[in-house]
T-cell receptor, first 114, second 111 residues
Framework: EPEVTQTPSHQVTQMGQEVILRCVPISNHLYFYWYRQILGQKVEFLVSFYNNEISEKSEIFDDQFSVERPDGSNFTLKIRSTKLEDSAMYFC????????????FGSGTQLSVL | QKEVEQDPGPLSVPEGAIVSLNCTYSNSAFQYFMWYRQYSRKGPELLMYTYSSGNKEDGRFTAQVDKSSKYISLFIRDSQPSDSATYLCAIGKTSGSRLTFGEGTQLTVNP
C-alpha cells in the first residue's frame, strides 16, 4: 500500500538553528499538509499546499516557517530559527483530491530543540 | 470554549467488550467528522469519515453523529487487543478544510 514517507524520524537541533523536515507524499497526490503534535497535546494544523501555493495556514505558521515542493516528489517544511517550543512531532499528510476523505499521514519526524 | 473536546482516558476494557468513544464540538459550522487511530510512534490513520447525522458502519466500527447535540461517537464492537491505540476525533468545516483534532483517547484492550 502506498504511504507518505518522512525523514528523518528524529531530528535534534540547537535553538536558533535552521531545520528542514522532509516528506515524500504518495505519488499521485496533489494536496499536501503539515500538522504537528506537541507531547501530550492535540494534533494541530500548520499549513496546506496545493499547486505550488499555500492554500491555508494556521496562526502557528508564522514567518519562521516555510514550505516548498522543490521537485516532483518531495515536500519540505523549513523552520528558520528554531525555538524550544518548536519541539514536537511533525506529521506530513497528502491526499489525491481536495477532501479529507482520503488523507494519509506519514509516521512523523520528532523534532527536539535543545 | 474549546472547538472540540475529547476525554483523554485512559480507557481499559477486556477483549470482546464494546467500546464507546466520544467527542463534543462547539461550532455548528463543522460539517465533516472523522475518527483516526494512532499507534505509538505512528501517524494518524483514518478509520471513519462522515458528514451527515446518523450512523455509519464499517466492520466492527460504527461512527455516530448527532449534529443537533454537536456530539460524535465511535463504537468498536468485539474489541481486540490489536485495537489498543489512541483514538482521535477530527472535525472540519468543509470536505477539504483544515482538521481540528480532539485530545485523543488512549484505549487498551486486555486479552
Amino acid at each position: 500500500e502506498p504511504e507518505v514517507t518522512q525523514t528523518p524520524s528524529h531530528q535534534v537541533t540547537q535553538m536558533g538553528q535552521e531545520v528542514i523536515l522532509r516528506c515524500v507524499p504518495i505519488s499521485n497526490h496533489l494536496y499536501f499538509y503539515w500538522y504537528r503534535q506537541i507531547l501530550g497535546q492535540k494534533v494541530e494544523f500548520l499549513v496546506s499546499f496545493y499547486n505550488n501555493e499555500i492554500s491555508e495556514k494556521s496562526e502557528i505558521f508564522d514567518d519562521q516557517f516555510s514550505v516548498e515542493r522543490p521537485d516532483g516528489s518531495n515536500f519540505t517544511l523549513k523552520i528558520r530559527s528554531t525555538k524550544l517550543e518548536d519541539s514536537a512531532m511533525y506529521f506530513c499528510a497528502s491526499s489525491a483530491g481536495a477532501t479529507n476523505e482520503k488523507l494519509f499521514f506519514g509516521s512523523g519526524t520528532q523534532l527536539s530543540v535543545l | 470554549q474549546k472547538e472540540v473536546e475529547q476525554d483523554p482516558g485512559p480507557l481499559s476494557v477486556p477483549e470482546g467488550a464494546i467500546v464507546s468513544l466520544n467527542c463534543t464540538y462547539s461550532n455548528s459550522a463543522f460539517q465533516y467528522f472523522m475518527w483516526y487511530r494512532q499507534y505509538s510512534r505512528k501517524g494518524p490513520e483514518l478509520l471513519m469519515y462522515t458528514y451527515s447525522s446518523g450512523n455509519k458502519e464499517d466492520g466492527r466500527f460504527t461512527a455516530q453523529v448527532d449534529k443537533s447535540s454537536k456530539y460524535i461517537s465511535l463504537f468498536i464492537r468485539d474489541s481486540q487487543p490489536s485495537d489498543s491505540a489512541t483514538y482521535l476525533c477530527a472535525i472540519g468545516k468543509t470536505s477539504g478544510s483544515r482538521l481540528t483534532f480532539g485530545e485523543g483517547t488512549q484505549l487498551t484492550v486486555n486479552p
